[in-house]
């Protein structure tokens, strides 16, 4: 063999090596898993490692709430191996996504189907809005159970990666139940009587509930719509009670931080930041948005 040649088969050997790898590689990311937001995303991460390629429909840091499918999102829906929504009433619009654009007999997972809904009572005169909270998540032993639906269907998907996915599974669950002692202890800092919130929209029922706080009240029943004059009005009535009024926004309602803002200056009261429907780019994980809420629930009521 000259030269010239051997050096050629050399060459072709090493494309054919770096071809295959890649092929290899393709096949091993091959399972696409499209959710409807950044919290699901990141559990199916989380479980599904490197054996899986997810995309949330709602970008990092949009209001779900108001948010609505485009074309892109259908062209998503119709790569997609599963589909994972929160269900509850939250994103409704996957199920019209998954029927005009979804490949036939694609599984969806409806992460909170079997919880149990809490309403929160008012009683006061707002508008009754049917269905519930569907913020479920916001309750570190939901988000468990979340995480193990999810792990059952990508176990069911792909029964050959099922070790890889319950090892992974194990090790993040373990995780999560120790974030939930972490957030229990740690609010026991905070003293019975100052466990109340004021929130601008109704999403943190299941918190609450898990760890012993009540929601006193919050601005809009709907976050899609602008608080009346006659709800700013009433929350001002609300927090004007309070020895140090606080009211918590959250960053991905982008018409709520001006009326929180103005609600604040009017009652001299302090804003915090907590999070409920979005990652963004400096919170990217579930367990990290679940700390920055406790510690700043600490720092708001201590
Ligand atoms: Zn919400």
Redesign the pocket.
């Known amino acids: 063999m000259n030269k010239r040649l051997s050096g050629f088969v050399l060459i072709s050997g090493l494309v054919l090596f770096y071809l295959v790898g890649a092929v290899a590689c393709v096949q091993a990311t091959e399972l696409k898993v499209v959710t409807t937001f950044s919290i699901l995303e990141d559990f199916v991460r989380q479980v599904g490692g490197e054996r899986v390629e997810v995309r949330s429909l709602i970008p990092v840091g949009a209001d779900?709430?108001s948010w609505e499918p485009t074309p892109k999102e259908a062209r998503l829906v119709a790569q997609a191996d599963l589909l994972v929504a929160n269900g509850g009433g939250f994103d409704q619009w996957l199920v019209d996504l998954q029927k005009s654009a979804a490949r036939p007999g694609v599984p969806m997972v409806y992460a909170s189907q079997g919880l149990l809904v809490l309403e929160h009572d008012h009683d006061n005169d707002h508008e009754h809005h049917h269905g519930g909270d569907p913020?479920f998540w916001l309750s570190v032993p939901n988000a468990i159970y979340y995480v193990e639906r999810i792990t059952d269907a990508l176990v069911a998907l792909v029964p050959e990666d099922g070790p890889y996915f319950l090892a992974r599974s194990q090790a993040y669950l373990a995780e999560l139940a120790q974030l939930d002692k972490d957030i229990l202890s740690q609010l026991q800092q905070i003293p019975p009587e100052n466990r109340v919130i004021v929130t601008y929209?109704n999403?943190f029922s299941y918190l609450a509930e898990r760890y012993g706080f009540s929601v006193m009240e919050f601005l809009v029943e709907n976050?899609e719509a602008e608080p009346s004059p006659r709800d700013l009005g009433r929350l001002v009535q609300v927090l004007k009670q309070q020895p140090n009024p606080v009211i918590f926004t959250e960053p991905q309602l982008n018409i709520s931080n001006r009326y929180v803002q103005t609600l604040a200056a009017e009652i001299q009261g302090k804003v915090y930041v907590l999070y409920?429907?979005s990652l963004s780019s400096t919170i990217t994980t579930y367990v990290e948005m679940m700390e920055h809420n406790a510690q700043t629930l600490v720092e708001a009521l201590r």
Do not use: F, G, N, V
């Open positions: 779900p709430h913020h929209h999403a976050p409920s429907d």
